[in-house]
């Protein structure tokens, strides 16, 4: 009996080491049995991401972190260990981020050919990328005290805000803001005056232009009508005749310009002769302004005038005694 409550108590113990054993397991979600392939990530920060953390793909778990160290030039190496079987992405990689609001991390592995949303995870990606191409990019999102922390930063921030536009925003500038409002309500007034006066200037303009119009087109007219006269003028040979006559006052332009450039030269040949011509008269308008020389002295002296006058005179009444008394100074004789 004693025997036989002792192997019941180790059966009890053994039974209940299994279920622990399996309980753990179940709960680790381990794959026991298969090893899988070690990969290695690469992240600037890695979070709260530690050995043993599960990676899931598209939220199922295909691994598990199997060491984090600190490599060269400060990045942090991590070794995913996937298990057999699971398809990856072409081009994977591994983003760091918390899993549950109790500080729960994992490792999810994406395609880097779907769009990324946050620009700062995708700086990180494309920086890890630059590094080298032997391990996979890896990115962090910040955890929920993080996320809490700039939240409660961005609330006091607007909290600050608030404050000052509610201070900024007090009756005297509730007033100023209504009148401002109102001066905006006059100038759209004004601003509707001035366009329909434009719009009347406009008309007018428009009524001038369809005035230009029918000038134009009544110009175009004539000139039309013009042309059919030249063409008709042309066909009656009017025009020909036109032209010649042209022509012939053309030719006899010519000659005419032949003929000045001909007195041109003549006047050029004899210019020293015509220079002397102008000096000796104005030699001699000189002399007669100076009363100078017999020209200058009978211009300048009124004796022969006053003795000019004389004789004729004189002169007149001889032929008027001539006339009366012809025999006193004429004698006829026939035989």
Do not use: C
């Not at 753990?24 to 979070?47: D, N, P, Y």
Request: net charge neutral; charged share 20%.
């Amino acid at each position: 009996m004693k025997r036989r409550d002792e192997v019941l108590v180790g059966a009890t113990i053994l039974l209940g080491l299994v279920l622990t054993v399996g309980g753990a397991i179940w709960l680790s979600q381990s794959q026991l049995g298969r090893g899988g392939e070690v990969h290695l990530a690469r992240f600037r920060s890695v979070g709260g991401l530690g050995v043993g953390d599960p990676v899931v793909l598209r939220g199922v778990r295909v691994g598990r972190v199997k060491a984090i160290r600190l490599g060269a030039r400060n990045w942090v190496e991590t070794e995913l260990q996937i298990y057999e079987g699971v398809l990856l992405p072409a081009r994977p990689a591994v983003i760091a981020a918390s899993a549950s609001l109790f500080g729960e991390w994992q490792a999810g592995i994406v395609s880097l050919d779907d769009p990324l949303d946050d620009p700062t995870l995708r700086r990180d990606l494309e920086e890890a990328m630059r590094e080298g191409r032997e391990a996979w990019p890896g990115g962090a999102l910040p955890d929920i005290g993080q996320l809490t922390a700039q939240a409660n930063r961005i609330a006091t921030d607007i909290a600050s805000v608030s404050s000052r536009v509610q201070t900024a925003f007090d009756s005297q500038a509730v007033a100023e803001l209504q009148r401002a409002i109102r001066d905006f309500g006059r100038v759209s007034q004004r601003l509707t005056e001035f366009a329909q006066q434009q719009t009347e200037i406009l008309g007018g303009v428009g009524t001038n232009l369809q005035q230009g119009s029918d000038v134009l087109a009544d110009a175009a007219q004539s000139l039309q009508n013009s042309l059919a006269r030249v063409d008709s003028a042309t066909n009656q040979g009017q025009l020909t005749t036109i032209l010649n006559n042209t022509q012939a006052a053309s030719e006899q332009m010519r000659e005419a310009t032949a003929d000045f450039r001909a007195l041109v030269s003549v006047a050029r040949a004899n210019e020293q002769s015509l220079s002397r011509i102008i000096q000796n008269a104005d030699s001699v308008m000189t002399r007669l302004g100076e009363r100078s020389g017999t020209l200058g002295l009978l211009v300048g002296d009124s004796t022969l005038y006053v003795e000019t006058s004389r004789a004729v005179a004189q002169l007149r009444q001889l032929l008027a005694d001539i006339q009366a008394n012809p025999r006193k100074y004429f004698r006829f004789s026939v035989f």
